[in-house]
């Protein structure tokens, strides 16, 4: 069986396993996915991550979030939010404020500027989804988000 993925990276030797092309195929995925939205945010002067953090302070509403909540659901990992933040505060995204009741903590909100930008790329970033994905079915997208998670599961 001749695989898409084998002409794509230009590999002649076969796959060792169904289970290492399934996986270099996601690999593929992930990288022409990324690509895509980074085109998308960076006339906006900002990365995938930071959006994410943007997205999701918006989510945690007026009480913001601490550094390692904002670690813990952040989709790509990264080893330095403190940096991450850093920078998003150096550009008016975010703020932080230290918890008047427990000093260790420090809460992060988005500014009025951060808020404006992240409800400013919604329609962008639903378009460029809509033009990755939008070719599929329901059906084959609940598949697809079905079988990721399956994968996820032993990782």
Same mark, same amino acid.
């Given at each position: 069986?001749?695989?898409?993925?084998?002409?794509?990276?230009?590999?002649?030797?076969?796959?060792?396993?169904?289970?290492?092309?399934?996986?270099?195929?996601?690999?593929?995925?992930? &990288?022409? =996915?990324? @690509?895509? /939205?980074?085109?998308?945010?960076?006339?906006?002067? %900002?990365?995938? $991550?930071?959006?994410?953090? *943007?997205?999701?302070?918006?989510?945690?509403?007026?009480?913001?979030?601490?550094?390692?909540?904002?670690?813990?659901?952040?989709?790509?990992?990264?080893?330095?939010? &403190?940096? =991450?933040? @850093?920078? /998003?505060?150096?550009?008016?995204?975010?703020?932080? %404020?230290?918890? $008047?009741?427990?000093?260790? *903590?420090?809460?992060?909100?988005?500014?009025?500027?951060?808020?404006?930008?992240?409800?400013?790329?919604?329609?962008?970033?639903?378009?460029?989804?809509?033009?990755?994905?939008?070719?599929?079915?329901?059906?084959?997208?609940?598949?697809?988000?079905?079988?990721?998670?399956?994968?996820?599961?032993?990782?």
């Amino acid at each position: 069986m001749s695989s898409d993925l084998l002409e794509e990276i230009r590999q002649r030797k076969p796959f060792a396993s169904l289970a290492q092309e399934a996986y270099l195929s996601i690999q593929r995925t992930e &990288t022409v =996915l990324h @690509d895509a /939205m980074d085109r998308v945010l960076k006339p906006h002067g %900002i990365a995938q $991550t930071q959006y994410n953090v *943007l997205r999701m302070l918006r989510g945690a509403g007026p009480e913001g979030l601490c550094r390692n909540d904002i670690r813990d659901r952040l989709i790509t990992r990264m080893p330095d939010v &403190t940096r =991450l933040l @850093d920078r /998003m505060e150096e550009a008016g995204l975010v703020v932080r %404020i230290r918890s $008047t009741d427990d000093r260790r *903590l420090v809460h992060t909100r988005l500014t009025k500027q951060g808020r404006t930008l992240v409800d400013r790329l919604d329609d962008e970033v639903a378009d460029e989804h809509e033009r990755q994905l939008g070719h599929m079915s329901a059906d084959q997208l609940q598949m697809l988000v079905q079988l990721l998670m399956l994968a996820r599961q032993v990782a």
